[in-house]
């Protein structure tokens, strides 16, 4: 046999070898190629899963109105107490200013009127004019916070409080919600057939599946910043009290901090802390509390004008008196009954003037509870979202 009829010979099984291992290699690509996606497609359910479970008990604490009970009753006491406050500054406000060289307009006096002839005469106790007009001006020296501005903390921090989770409360509920975390779980619903997109044809399943990993991908970057700004901050440690409602150029108000930062602000110096190991009845501790420091600071106050009325049978009065005599004011002196301007908002602090009980308690409800859901729960939705996300880029690469 010539040379020529040899290789005439071997060519034709040469092709059919090669046509064989060609298959056999095709088939081996595709068999591999169903088992990723088989294996990328239940990583993505059992995160989904996760995810789902963990969005379900968030969604079912705020569901209705059973969250409120955390925080609602002592809300409400402090918003009445920081209401009837108002209507002390708003009276003596007028005596309160300074003129343009930034001296008082007014000096304050406190004293009794006598029995026999209705004297104005000044008394020299504990709690002296200068003193208690120092914690009742907007402007105090040689001090950052008074009794006033104490009051206006806790009035700030109370309404805002209310306010942030209300309107982050009502946003969760939302079906088109702001929320990264919310329209992160609503991908899932948009379109069935995820991950793989096997129900459409080959030119849509790729076209839809890109749409979806995509979408994940991107609402999954934002959302340790949505976290941090709405959720919890690890990194602000103090209350920015003259800052904790930001207002835009166009008038607008927004949060400047972070949930379950103010909720914990909240519940360390406005409510109690609670010692049980404590063998009295009352178990409360009000250590740096802003509710009990204004209660002792007006409790010494009430204790002068007992100490008033012990004395020279009269009441304490609270004199104010223009300073310029030369001015055309018709209002030089201006007098409030101690007893009178106070009462409202010391019997919203406390039952009674004797005992000086204050009527602020913790909740029955551990605050940790409900801290554990906007701080811990979104927290492990992050670190799902994260596997998820690992598992599209291991899946694109």
Known sequence: MSKWKVKLTFLPISLASLSIISASCQGSFYRQKDVFETEFSKEMFEYYNQYKNIWEQITNFISNDSY?????DNYNKIDYITKEWKNVVDQILPYMGTNKDGKQDYKLELGYKTGTDGKFELINNSINSELLFNELTDKPKNKEINIRTNIGYIAILNEEVNNIISDYVQDLRKNKSDSLFKSFYNEFDILPGWPLFKNLSEKERYRYQNLFLESLVKKYSGMQSEYSRKFFDSQKVNIDYKNIRGITPEGNTYHTHALVNLWYEWNKVILPEVDDSSNSNDKRVWKNNKIFETV????????????????????LILRFSKIDESSNSQNQVKEF?????FDKFILALVDDKEKWNIKIYPSDLD???????????FQELIDISAKINFTIKNYKN
């Not at 002792?296 to 009441?315: C, I, R």
């Not at 009954?337 to 301007?341: A, D, R, S």
């Not at 605050?367 to 729960?377: E, I, S």
């Open 68 to 72: 409120k009970k955390y925080f609602l």
């Open 296 to 315: 002792e600071f007006f409790k010494n106050v009430y204790k002068t004008a007992q100490e008033v009325k012990n004395a020279h049978n009269s009441k």
């Open 337 to 341: 009954e101690l007893e009178n301007l």
């Open 367 to 377: 605050y940790n509870d409900f801290a554990f859901v906007f701080k811990n729960l």
